[in-house]
């Protein structure tokens, strides 16, 4: 097999008495996108998170193409992140700023794409995202449907090699899921860019993705294709991905 | 468009700080931006007590310059007054440097009384008849207890 | 046994207690020096410093006229009143001027810029810190010092010194006006004792604590709004709110301790 673009081995992380991760186990291939599923507040936004260094593990480490990137020179680690962008789940939009500024911020800091050239790539962007005509607005003049896709547009904005997806279609109505969804598809189509996804579109990312994780108890438990998941045997993977608590279910539709 | 008009506000702004600024500084500070006015006179005085630069030098009740520094010369031990005076009042070499008070508890100034001498004084000259500053508490003192030199 | 113990824990206890605010003041001071760097390095922020220049500078210039205005008024009156009993009543120019050029327009005029931009900077950062604002800049690989702090550090050292100088300037016309068209000082003896009595000393002094109070204020500011998730006394909007309530009480704080320790210095 091929050496996965990036690799978790053995990573631990704690916030005070809170274990999160627990020793996560998890490759992730170039090319693919990846899916990260679990249940919610189990970590995966955490587990996110370390992959674009915004958290550091306990204990463990996290490589970059074969290599550790905590043990990297700075300047070693500025060109890995270059290649990375992160779309937060709170959408993480800078309030003071329009949605033309905050699509241009990732392409205007750089201070090297020319001026007609960030314009042309943010309306463009925009326009795919359904999002024409709001460029003066502010992000709390939004819906929240709204500012997931301009959270989205900001994050595709420079062409990245890698984009990390952390709930990106939490919230939205079924029609701008499916084109989001699409537009995922479609991109890995086009650029050959490596996603990770975290979501709870359960049908629906067994489609666009071609490897799905799943952490649960602060470890990976399954990592596959989505045929793989599909027919897996574990019960809790089982009761994850057709949506049942089978207890709980029973004890409400009994007292009926 | 709005950007234009946060610059143009800023340069108000801007504008208006200079302004203090140079007020403070040019008028209050008597910083000489517009080159070199003055010349320098140098004045040996047994005291200067209470003396500070910046004080007043005048001549008959007009201001003609400022005390730019004091120090002590170590061989003497007598203090060295420089002072500014403006160029075109012409001294002469016997002039009389003296330390006054304006009122009673004022502040010192240097007052120099004219002499009729022709030789005219330049930059760097030293003016040798000079009155230290009364002092107050030393003319109290000998009034009190008697002069103990009569 | 267990009473060693306790005592153990009591020493430690001393010691973190001693170690955790020098600690925190490294840290202020390495934040401090990053702003400085970043101010400096290429390429400039120009345009993010004239915002801030706008936001800090220009819409202070109103209170700080305001402020000035009634402090110069106040020296005025009780200068008066005060010299008036030594019959010295014409060195009025001189207390007021003297006043304001050395102590109360560079300390009353950034504790004014505390209060309407210190608190609006910490309380802007903190809510960026919370909700994630701060690290998708990050992420964005645009460095968060050099894009938050850089631009208020620049502007504020552009303002201050500003702002101190219009301060000083109302506040001795503000002398005047009660001095002069009021008491009925004349208004020649006030505006000469002003100009004899102020050295170039003074005003320089007075520039270098405008300097200073410049850099502590938009640093503590910033670096409150910073370390927002940092507080373990409070989450979310309270992290926030007391973020700037200590922004505001520390930098007011730290300004007059500055201000006694560069007094003493330049005197």
């Known amino acids: 097999m091929t050496v996965p673009l990036i690799e978790f081995n053995q990573v631990f992380k704690r916030f005070g008495d809170n274990a999160v991760l627990k020793g996560v186990d998890l490759s992730i291939y170039q090319g693919q996108v990846t899916a990260i599923i679990g249940k919610s507040g189990i970590g995966k936004s955490v587990l996110l998170k370390h992959i674009i260094g915004l958290l550091e593990p306990d204990q463990g480490e996290i490589r970059f193409q074969g290599q550790a990137i905590n043990a990297m020179p700075a300047v070693a680690r500025r060109a890995v992140k270059m290649k990375f962008s992160y779309m937060f789940q709170g959408t993480a939009l800078f309030d003071s700023m329009t949605i033309y500024e905050n699509v241009a911020l990732p392409l205007k800091e750089k201070g090297q794409v020319p001026f007609r050239e960030i314009q042309r790539r943010v309306r463009d962007k925009l326009a795919q995202l359904d999002l024409a005509g709001i460029e003066d607005k502010y992000p709390s003049q939004l819906s929240g449907g709204m500012k997931k896709r301009v959270a989205m547009a900001r994050a595709l904005v420079t062409d990245p090699e890698i984009v990390l ?28 860019f490596t996603g990770v996804m975290v979501s709870h579109e359960i049908p629906d990312v067994f489609y666009i993705c071609q490897r799905i994780a799943m952490l649960d108890q602060g470890r990976i438990i399954f990592q596959g294709s989505p045929a793989e998941i599909q027919n897996s045997t574990e019960p809790a993977i089982r009761q994850f991905i057709r949506g049942q608590d089978p207890e709980a279910t029973q004890a409400a539709l009994s007292e009926r | 468009m709005k950007k234009t008009s946060v610059e143009t506000a800023v340069g108000v702004f801007v504008l208006i700080g200079l302004i203090s600024v140079a007020y403070l500084t040019i008028k209050l500070g008597k910083m000489d931006w517009f080159g070199d006015d003055y010349y320098t006179l140098d004045a040996r005085f047994n005291s200067v007590s209470g003396l500070k630069a910046g004080a007043v030098v005048d001549m008959a009740g007009v201001e003609i310059g400022q005390v730019a520094d004091i120090q002590l010369d170590n061989q003497r031990q007598v203090a060295i007054v420089n002072l500014k005076i403006k160029k075109g009042v012409i001294l002469t070499d016997d002039v009389i440097a003296s330390v006054k008070t304006s009122g009673l508890i004022g502040d010192k100034y240097i007052r120099l009384t004219p002499g009729g001498s022709d030789r005219i004084l330049n930059t760097g000259d030293m003016i040798i008849e000079t009155e230290s500053a009364l002092d107050i508490e030393e003319l109290v003192s000998k009034y009190v207890f008697g002069d103990a030199e009569k | ?18 170690i955790s605010p020098v600690q925190e003041f490294g840290r202020v001071a390495i934040f401090f020096f990053r702003g400085v760097i970043y101010l400096f390095s290429f390429p400039l922020q120009a345009d993010k410093i004239i915002d801030q220049v706008y936001f800090i500078g220009t819409k202070s210039v109103f209170v700080i006229c305001l402020t000035g205005a009634f402090t110069g008024m106040v020296l005025g009156l009780q200068g008066y009143y005060t010299l008036v009993k030594f019959g010295s009543e014409g060195l009025l120019g001189a207390a007021v001027a003297l006043s304001l050029i050395r102590e109360m327009g560079p300390v009353l005029a950034a504790i ?48 201050f010194p500003f702002l101190t100088a219009i301060f000083d300037v ?60 940092l507080r373990k006394e409070g989450f979310g909007a309270k992290g926030v709110s007391l973020s700037t309530t200590s922004a505001v009480v520390l930098s007011c704080v730290m300004i007059l301790v500055a201000d006694y320790v560069l007094t003493s210095f330049l005197l």
């Open chain 3, 170 to 229: 109302v506040g001795i016309i503000g002398g005047y006006v009660t001095g002069s068209l009021l008491l009925g000082i004349n208004s020649g003896l006030y505006f000469s004792r002003v100009e004899s009595s102020v050295l170039m000393e003074d005003i320089n002094g007075g520039f270098a604590k405008s300097f200073c109070f410049a850099a502590i204020v938009v640093t503590i500011c910033c670096y409150q709004g910073y370390t927002t998730h």
């Open chain 3, 1 to 18: 046994m267990t009473q060693s113990y306790t005592i153990t824990n009591m020493l430690a206890g001393l010691g973190r207690m001693a």
């Open chain 1, 165 to 192: 997806f952390d709930e990106p279609t939490t919230g939205l109505d079924p029609i701008r899921k499916n084109t989001a969804h699409a537009m995922i598809a479609q991109y890995q189509k086009t650029f050959g």
């Open chain 3, 112 to 159: 004014m810029i505390v209060a309407r931009a210190g608190s609006a900077m910490a309380a802007e950062i903190g809510i960026m810190r919370i909700s994630e604002q701060i690290d998708a800049l990050e992420t964005m690989d645009i460095n968060p010092v050099r894009f938050l702090f850089s631009p208020r550090l620049g502007a504020a050292l552009i303002s």
